[in-house]
């Protein structure tokens, strides 16, 4: 028997059974209940897994993922239909749960193949977590041969969609985990994504646009040794290639107070963009082996503000050092900046610039008015003679108590 720490009832309680009138009996199933089975096909399992989000959806079921020896083939276009909840055995799993005697994952994984189709698309009141998606014909190695798979989840487009909530899930050889951008005719509210695993191939873990009603992301990590256990850690010329697509790993725009706590990537080319209609608060971070650490930028003067504390930040690939900068701010809006780190260095992972250095701490750019404040940061490792680079005029920068790279003191306020 297989007892779910998280409360639900074990694998044997969760297995229904129909009665006369071929109505289930229990609240929880398991999908092999409906016929998802680790031997069918890809497209008879999708068929039978969509079958069992329509039965769910009018009685707010919850879909068990049963944890078997063999990944389930199933091909992309699957709807999780409003109040649904897909449910696994795994917390996040980011070396991979392998079979003793074969390179697969164990446990509750969709195995996916579908170049086509997104793999599922969230509505309203939905949940998936503890599962495992590994796309076994990604590869490791060489990056020329790159699959650029459709989005793993991604919201729906044609109506509005609020209140998802992702949680403990892994993904292997995937290229876009989280397609979260919505539109302003069907914005979305009430995301929350939290442990959260993998190394997407496109450098974009998670992006979402239109987001409102505070979206949550927390706990995510974003590392090209992921499937390590699994099929190897990604190699060096497949990270460098990743780094090339000049892409964030989180992408943010037009949120409401966007929450961001503990997050992390390493070997993409950015780290976070805060785009110009977006604001909210970024703490607990490292963004390791990137050129951009954080870019944001700024709409207006009223509500286009992050603060933005207790992170660190390694910017040392993907451009000439003149262009490699851990913090970039431009647009209007403040930034409020606290026990926010920078140094640099080498790394056996990725290609990074000679110097293994960044040109500065802080690029400010643009023409109109925007505010910094920095407090308590420790800068170090960058080329040019001063830790901020301001190309705006019109730009207002206090630091206080902050480190330089010669280890004094840094105070200065530029008007």
Request: with cysteine.
């Amino acid at each position: 028997m297989i007892i779910i720490s998280c409360g639900f009832l074990s694998a044997c309680q969760m297995a229904s059974s129909a009665d006369n009138t071929g109505e289930f009996n229990e609240e929880r199933y398991s999908i092999q209940d409906f016929g998802v089975l680790p031997d069918n096909s890809p497209a008879l399992n999708k068929e039978n897994l969509q079958k069992a989000i329509d039965w769910a959806s009018p009685r707010g079921a919850a879909l068990w993922v049963e944890p078997s020896e063999q990944p389930y083939p199933v091909a992309g276009g699957l709807v999780l239909k409003e109040n649904v909840s897909l449910v696994g055995v795994h917390g996040p799993a980011p070396r991979a749960t392998i079979h003793p005697n074969q390179k697969v994952p164990v446990g509750s994984v969709f195995e996916i193949t579908d170049e086509e189709n997104a793999f599922i698309t969230v509505k309203s009141s939905t949940q998936i977590k503890g599962i495992q998606f590994w796309y076994p014909s990604q590869t490791i190695k060489d990056p020329n041969a790159i699959i650029e798979y459709p989005p793993t989840i991604q919201v729906g487009q044609e109506e509005m969609t609020q209140g998802v909530f992702l949680s403990c899930l892994t993904f292997y050889g995937e290229y876009l985990p989280f397609d979260f951008n919505a539109s302003a005719k069907y914005p979305c509210e009430l995301m929350t994504f939290e442990h959260c695993y993998g190394y997407p191939l496109s450098g974009v873990f998670i992006q979402m646009d239109y987001v409102y009603d505070v979206p949550r992301v927390m706990h995510c990590h974003v590392n090209p040794g992921s499937q390590r256990l699994l099929g190897g850690q990604y190699s060096k010329a497949v990270v460098d290639e990743v780094i090339k697509k000049k892409t964030y790993a989180y992408t943010i725009n037009h949120t409401d107070n966007a929450q961001l706590v503990d997050v992390f990537t390493f070997g993409t080319y950015g780290g976070i963009l805060l785009g110009e209609e977006s604001y909210g608060q970024l703490t607990n971070f490292n963004f390791d082996c990137v050129a951009v650490g954080i870019l944001k930028q700024g709409s207006n003067t009223k509500n286009r503000n992050w603060q933005i504390a207790q992170g660190s930040i390694i910017a040392n690939t993907g451009e000439p050092l003149k262009n490699i900068h851990p913090i970039i701010i431009e647009g209007q809006g403040h930034t409020s900046l606290s026990n926010v780190e920078a140094f640099s260095g080498g790394n056996g992972a990725l290609t990074t610039v000679p110097e293994n250095m960044s040109q500065d701490f802080m690029l400010v750019r643009g023409d109109k008015k925007l505010t910094v404040t920095v407090w308590g940061s420790r800068m170090r490792n960058y080329a040019s003679d001063s830790p901020i680079t301001v190309e705006n005029d019109q730009a207002m920068v206090h630091f206080a108590g902050c480190i330089d790279k010669d280890e004094n003191f840094y105070n200065r306020v530029i008007k």
